[in-house]
């Protein structure tokens, strides 16, 4: 197997003078190192799939039925059995990209007043965003409830949007404006010589480099929004529950059922798992603010 | 607007002498502002102001069960705050909680990151096999692990211990309630599981990017593995350290989800963010949870503070325009 790495990777800077034997068996060991912490990382999402499709006797016993005869009854019982999930699913999913969409409008601009035509002081700019972010948000939860109970907007997912976007908006500025900054000035300069107006210059020389900054900055602001608890816990009911709301009573009315509870939790994990698997090495630029590219 | 930003473009290039008149120079400065106003004034209006209201509360005597005696209360809700032994231990669980998950999903993630930078047979499943944990939705993350691994019955943990024992011919396996006899402990496994990839990708992006001609240099000069490590990766990664230390407890200080959902704070284990969101929602004391996110707020500006310094030093090598 280490020989194959070897061949695989003929630049490998590995080439320490060890006797070749001795360096090959160390590699063998290290990948399957490397193997076993992947399976185990990964074990506890592969077992919450695995018992939502058993049935509810053979999910939880002691020792664990591995190898029980599959069954969707857990998703079938998730889907249709109480209150149906999909009214908290669509809530998310508008609150998510509604939030992500105004997260965009906001801060793409304003990363152009912070990178390419910078204003005075944008460092100082720059850091009153990420200050917002770390003052604890649970400190604005009561104020930001009796606004919505005195304005009627209580389980209104409109509240749950401007959160989100606020919530997210310094994470965006930080991510777009170290993209932007990647624009070279001289494209931009030659740009302006030849009298190319300000939306010619952003289509045919700033979009090209940033769109892939966008996504990036897209796919995170999407997956927070999604993931969030307290506040849609605390502004919303009935009508505007959001996924995770719904996840946290649907323990709390059903008693305990393990094989639709981990059907529950997978669902409601697919579009950020889908979305996080598809798109990797955006969500390490993001997850960077993006100063990792 | 266009013709606005293209008088600008044009000023950068000719017009921005210093003799121009000031108006015209003021003009340019507010049309380069533009851009920027609309999210910083959406901010502002969003986290600013809910502050000021809250530290307005913060010195009334308000409780939701008996609105009709909201009073001025000067500063008795912070007398109470400070004197409450729960936010006492809170601070103290808060800090535990935090410290615990970063340092060892940092240490873990740095090693993780090391396996992972080597080249070998399947490198990019192993890569995909350990991003899963953190793609997991947070309540989702908690309550697979309260009731699917930690449940003392019929939990995956003690489902393993038994399959161990019975290998060895034992029918008397030890069957722990995990939740119960290390609750704090409990929590920060969960959140470590979920934040350790994320420290991963980081760092192994930091590795990516180490200069590889110099570490070959040193490995002909005869710098051994550990050597080379101590002197040359580690400085290189101090930076991505740093970046992940810091965005992972601007997260982890606020954590929610997994307290309230393993333990529901109980058994030590309420962090600042439930304890004011207990005062708060369960007992209406709205003049008490005030006063106490005045408190936190302030303490995280003094943290912060340092903290900014750090980031800072991460971004001043990025020269700006």
Not at chain 1, 139 to 147: D, H, N, R, S
Not at chain 2, 75 to 94: L, Q
Not at chain 2, 125 to 139: E, S, Y
Request: a positive charge.
């Amino acid at each position: 197997m280490s020989v194959a790495t070897e061949t695989a990777t003929p630049t490998s800077h590995r080439a320490a003078p060890v006797p070749g034997k001795r360096r090959d068996r160390g590699g063998a060991w290290l990948t399957l190192l490397a193997w076993v912490v992947g399976i185990l990382f990964v074990l506890p999402v592969l077992w919450m799939v695995l018992t939502s499709f058993h049935s509810e006797a053979n999910a939880a016993t002691n020792p664990p039925s591995v190898f029980a005869p599959l069954s969707v009854k857990g998703y079938q019982e998730f889907f249709s059995g109480g209150a149906s999930p999909w009214p908290p699913l669509l809530n998310s999913l508008t609150a998510s990209i509604l939030s992500t969409a105004l997260v965009l409008l906001l801060s793409i601009p304003a990363a152009y007043a912070l990178s390419i035509k910078p204003v005075r002081k944008w460092t100082d700019v720059l850091f009153f965003f990420l200050s917002t972010k770390m003052l604890p948000v649970v400190a604005g939860l009561l104020p930001l409830y009796l606004f919505a109970q005195q304005t009627h907007l209580l389980d209104n997912i409109w509240l749950l949007i401007i959160f989100y976007t606020s919530m997210n908006l310094p994470i965006a500025v930080w991510m777009m404006r170290s993209f932007l900054s990647e624009v070279p000035v001289e494209m931009l300069e030659a740009a302006s010589m030849d009298g190319a107006g300000l939306i010619k210059t952003m289509r045919s020389v700033i979009a090209p480099v940033v769109m892939p900054g966008i996504a990036a900055t897209a796919l995170i602001c999407f997956i927070f929004s999604w993931n969030e608890l307290l506040f849609a816990r605390v502004l919303t009911a009935t009508v505007a529950e959001t996924a995770p709301v719904f996840l946290t009573s649907f323990v709390t009315s059903q008693g305990l059922f393990l094989a639709q509870l981990c059907a529950a939790a997978f669902v409601v994990s697919l579009p950020v798992l889908a979305a996080g698997f598809a798109a990797q090495d955006k969500l390490v630029q993001g997850l960077s603010l993006g100063s990792v590219k | 607007m266009t013709s606005v930003a293209e008088e600008l473009g044009r000023g950068e290039v000719g017009s921005a002498r210093p003799g121009a008149p000031g108006v015209a120079r003021r003009s340019v400065a507010w049309a380069r502002r533009a851009p920027l106003l609309p999210a910083l004034i959406f901010m502002i209006i969003v986290t600013q102001l809910p502050f000021v209201a809250t530290l307005v509360i913060s010195f009334m005597d308000w409780n939701a069960y008996y609105p009709d005696e909201r009073r001025f209360a000067g500063f008795a809700n912070f007398r109470r705050v400070f004197t409450d032994v729960n936010m006492r231990d809170a601070v103290w669980t808060t800090v535990l909680l935090t410290a615990g998950v970063v340092l060892i999903s940092l240490v873990l993630g740095l090693g993780i990151a090391l396996l992972l930078d080597r080249p070998f047979r399947g490198r990019g499943a192993v890569r995909t096999m350990m991003i899963a944990p953190f793609l997991v939705v947070p309540v989702a993350a908690a309550l697979l692990w309260k009731h699917a691994l930690y449940n003392p019955e019929y939990g995956l943990f003690n489902g393993v211990l038994t399959w161990i024992w019975r290998l060895f011919g034992s029918d008397r396996p030890p069957q722990p309630d995990w939740i119960s006899t290390m609750p704090l402990w409990a929590v920060i496994f969960a959140l470590v599981w979920q934040w350790t990839p994320f420290m991963m990708l980081i760092l192994l992006a930091g590795l990516q990017g180490r200069p590889l001609d110099v570490i070959e240099a040193a490995r002909i000069d005869g710098a051994g593995t550990w050597q080379i490590f101590r002197s040359m990766t580690l400085p290189h990664l101090r930076q991505y350290l740093e970046l992940g230390a810091l965005l992972g407890s601007i997260y982890i200080v606020q954590n929610f989800d997994a307290v309230f959902t393993i333990t529901s704070g109980g058994l030590g284990t309420a962090n600042l963010p439930y304890t004011i969101y207990q005062i708060f929602y369960q007992a209406h004391d709205y003049g008490r949870a005030s006063a106490a996110a005045v408190v936190v707020v302030i303490g995280t500006i003094i943290i912060a503070t340092f903290a900014l310094r750090t980031v800072f030093s991460l971004f001043r090598e990025e020269p700006g325009r």
